[in-house]
């Protein structure tokens, strides 16, 4: 190695990291170029590198939910239908069909939002508590299973609950 070519690789090796000075150096190490032209390619080689190393890393190291793969595992799906219990006791039942943990209803943003005051929405705990459960039931049969425990538990009531369907018809009293 001549001596621009020493100077050079003194100059540039501290300010390598650790995981790169194997591609600089086999750049500096070819005496069949001259010295412009590694100072012009090394950086080049040098970003490629890195590059390199940080989508193997990255591909190697990604957790699949940072990845965008939020679905439940096969082995963990369920037909399920659940009860979600608000600080203020009220009620919504929902199902869902593939038990995801992170499901909580499709209740109406605005009907909950009206039995809140601002200071009781900044922070508040909800229950979900799974009623009924099954591997093989079909949608129609989940379905069923929602309405029958809608009416059971009177959640279309809006008094009880957040359920919006099937439509609260209060019992008519005779006089």
């Given at each position: ?89 009220k009620i919504y039942i929902g199902q ?6 992170n499901y909580f209803g499709s209740a ?44 059971h538990y009177c959640s279309n009531n ?18």
């Open positions: 190695m001549g001596i621009l070519a020493q100077q050079a690789a003194k100059a540039t090796r501290p300010l390598m990291p650790a995981a790169a000075p194997a591609v600089l150096l086999l750049s500096l190490d070819t005496q069949s170029r001259g010295i412009q032209h590694h100072s012009r390619n090394d950086s080049t080689r040098f970003r490629k590198a890195c590059i390199f190393t940080t989508q193997k890393t990255l591909r190697e190291n990604t957790c699949p939910i940072a990845s965008g793969d939020y679905s439940t595992p096969v082995s963990q799906r369920m037909n399920v239908v659940y009860r979600i219990t608000y600080p203020n006791n869902d069909r593939t038990n995801s943990i109406s943003s605005d009907l909950i939002a009206r039995d809140f005051t601002p200071e009781q929405r900044r922070s508040f705990t909800i229950t979900r508590q799974i009623l009924w459960e099954s591997e093989s039931a079909s949608k129609t049969e989940v379905t069923q299973k929602e309405i029958e425990l809608i009416l809006p008094s009880i609950g957040y359920n919006q369907t099937p439509p609260f018809r209060p019992l008519k009293t005779k006089l």
